[in-house]
């Protein structure tokens, strides 16, 4: 636990719980849509290119965070809001990208 302090006085608490519910928020995991984690290069203009192949079909990206896996690559979590994500994970591992994993939310 967390204390949460103002003016010297206890005002409340964040919980384990809390900190877990943000992070389910920040990614998105009960969002409708497709979240997909991918392995990149991590080097200058990975992220545009991701960003660039979502933008040509269409796909509105809702969620990200990247985890920097080792000095060559990231791993990239990005939520979509489409169910299909073929067409765009074809474009992504054309350019060089990785799909780890694929999870649909029909929400």
């Known amino acids: 636990m967390l204390p949460v302090v103002e003016d010297d006085r206890l005002i409340g608490v964040i919980t384990e ?4 519910d943000s992070f389910i928020d920040v990614l998105g995991f009960r969002d409708q849509g497709t979240r997909l984690t ?30 920097r896996g080792n000095l060559d690559t ?7 809001n489409t169910p299909n994500t073929d067409a765009i994970e074809a474009d992504l591992t054309a350019a060089g990208m990785r799909i780890l994993a694929r999870r649909t939310n029909a929400g």
């Not at 719980?17 to 877990?20: A, G, V, Y």
């Not at 992220?47 to 990206?61: D, F, P, V, Y």
């Not at 990231?74 to 979509?80: E, I, T």
Request: proline share 2%; no cysteine.
């Open 17 to 20: 719980s809390d900190i877990l």
């Open 38 to 67: 991918i392995e990149a290069l991590d080097e200058p203009g990975v992220l545009s290119l991701l960003t660039g192949i979502t933008a040509k079909h269409q796909a509105n990206i809702q969620h990200l965070a990247v985890h």
């Open 74 to 80: 990231s791993v990239v979590v990005v939520g979509l």
